[in-house]
Each structure stands twice: as structure tokens, then as C-alpha cells.
């Protein structure tokens, strides 16, 4: 825990000069924004894959994390026979998702195009798998 405050200072340890701006019936004193430090630039949260025709949610618990119509898959399909055994997996890298098609018969899509590579996935982005309509999250 000692090394994620290494950045942190107390109040009385940081001084922000003010900067004077004229122009005002007044003076007003502006501090420039300090924005937190965020080395890493991920999510933190829980991915999930929502499955649109049938409002199933689903944990993305591993990765990579397969999803098909195949018993012996992380997130089994049921009902779309369009759908291959092993259609598409979540891979997570760094707290980044990517989503890569497993050379599925009729095609994994992400903003309307057929992905020939991994496609990184962010919260709230949809995709298609065949004809079937999900939606990434991370809550």
C-alpha cells in the first residue's frame, strides 16, 4: 500500500501560485487545474458481454475468454445456429479488451465491418457475432 502514495503530498506540502487576471470590476486570483496522476490509463472494473436479444449478462472472468455455441466454451450460445462452436474470444492486456474472431463461418463485426484482426473493445461498445447482437461493459 506504501508504494500506490508515493505520489500523494499533503495539502500544505503542494503551493499553487494564483495568477492575476484583469479585465474584472474585481481581482480575481485563478489556479490552474491540477489533474490527478493516472499512470495507468485502463479499467479497473468488471467486463461483462451482454447478449441484446435476450438481455443475458455475462462476466468476462478470464482471458482469453471464448464465446461460441460449444459446450466447452466460457460463454456458451444457445439458439442462434449462425453462431460457430468457437466463434470469437476477450482477451485482456493491460486492463485493455480486444475482441478477435476465431475464423467463425459468418464473421465477427464491430461498427458494421467484418474485424480481420483483434478489435479493442470499450464500455458500451456493440459488436455482432453472426448475426446475434452484443454489447461489451465494464462496470
Not at 108 to 131: M, P, R
Request: aromatic share 12%; hydrophobic share 35%.
Amino acid at each position: 500500500m506504501e508504494k500506490n502514495l508515493n505520489e500523494w503530498r499533503y495539502r500544505a506540502e503542494v503551493e499553487i501560485p494564483p495568477r492575476k487576471q484583469s479585465g474584472f470590476q474585481e481581482e480575481i486570483l485563478i489556479r490552474e487545474e491540477i489533474l490527478p496522476l493516472n499512470k495507468k490509463n485502463h479499467w479497473t472494473g468488471k467486463a461483462y458481454v451482454i447478449r441484446m436479444r435476450t438481455d443475458e449478462k455475462m462476466e468476462v472472468k478470464k482471458s482469453p475468454f471464448i464465446i461460441g455455441k460449444s459446450a466447452d466454451v466460457d460463454y456458451t450460445i444457445q439458439g442462434n445456429p449462425a453462431i460457430s462452436r468457437r466463434h470469437a474470444y476477450i482477451a485482456e492486456e493491460n486492463g485493455i479488451y480486444f475482441l478477435k474472431d476465431l475464423n467463425s463461418l459468418n464473421h465477427t463485426f464491430v461498427d458494421g465491418k467484418s474485424i480481420q484482426s483483434q478489435e479493442k473493445l470499450e464500455d458500451g461498445k456493440f459488436f455482432y457475432l453472426a448475426d446475434e447482437k452484443f454489447q461489451f461493459r465494464i462496470d
